[in-house]
T-cell receptor, first 112, second 115 residues
Framework: SQQGEEDPQALSIQEGENATMNCSYK?????LQWYRQNSGRGLVHLILIRSNEREKHSGRLRVTLDTSKKSSSLLITASRAADTASYFC????????????FGQGTTLQVKP | DGGITQSPKYLFRKEGQNVTLSCEQN?????MYWYRQDPGQGLRLIYYSQIVNDFQKGDIAEGYSVSREKKESFPLTVTSAQKNPTAFYLC??????????????FGEGSRLTVL
């Protein structure tokens, strides 16, 4: 079952602009993670935010989590052409065995 | 270098044949996972294993089988019972529920095409 729903499904911006992707989920979670996938490749972990955290930064990435609304957002600032990829949120469900449930992803295109 | 190795990268199968996808990790991780990804879709969990000699079904286990005889290895067999096996298969590992944060490390994937 898909836990997360991401919005928008696709996003196209110019280099230097900021990109914001949103993720909503349905059940209680331990943590929420964001991953990146280049076309035809495996996923790479970007950042993890725990259920008791509200905001987290890593380089040009900023993640927020609102557990009352069951939603998260990923902001990529000053985007680069190399940021072109698909981005997925994944939730670690409370009381579960450690498995993650992934959303359907946002495809980001950054035009040079 | 530590990581996860999936093989083969590309695989073609005739209908009615079983195929086995290999996944090996040298990260000393306890947990391993198999996901399926269809075009433009997210990942769906097929099977996962938290410890050697134990594994659990995920959301779409029908038509698949796994084994976990060694900590480093978690092969996935796509059987002839899987009605629509053409997909991109991703293997992942993590430190495990009791030890780690849940961050997954992924292999580069295996693309299976049924002819």
């Amino acid at each position: 079952s898909q836990q997360g729903e991401e919005d928008p499904q696709a996003l196209s911006i110019q280099e230097g602009e900021n990109a914001t992707m949103n993720c909503s989920y349905k059940t209680s979670i331990n943590n929420l993670q964001w991953y990146r996938q280049n076309s035809g490749r495996g996923l790479v972990h970007l950042i993890l935010i725990r259920s008791n955290e509200r905001e987290k930064h890593s380089g040009r990435l900023r993640v927020t989590l609102d557990t009352s609304k069951k939603s998260s957002s990923l902001l990529i600032t000053a985007s680069r052409a190399a940021d072109t990829a698909s981005y997925f949120c994944a939730t670690g469900v409370s009381g579960n065995t450690g498995k993650l449930i992934f959303g359907q992803g946002t495809t980001l295109q950054v035009k040079p | 270098d530590g990581g996860i190795t999936q093989s083969p990268k590309y695989l073609f199968r005739k209908e009615g044949q079983n195929v086995t996808l290999s996944c090996e990790q040298n990260l000393n991780h306890d947990a391993m996972y198999w996901y399926r990804q269809d075009p433009g879709q997210g990942l769906r969990l097929i099977y996962y294993s938290q410890i050697v000699n134990d594994f659990q079904k995920g959301d779409i286990a029908e038509g698949y089988s796994v084994s976990r005889e060694k900590k480093e290895s978690f092969p996935l067999t796509v059987t002839s019972a899987q009605k629509n096996p053409t997909a991109f298969y991703l293997c992942a590992s993590s430190e495990g529920r009791l030890r780690g944060t849940g961050e997954l490390f992924f292999g580069e994937g295996s693309r299976l095409t049924v002819l």
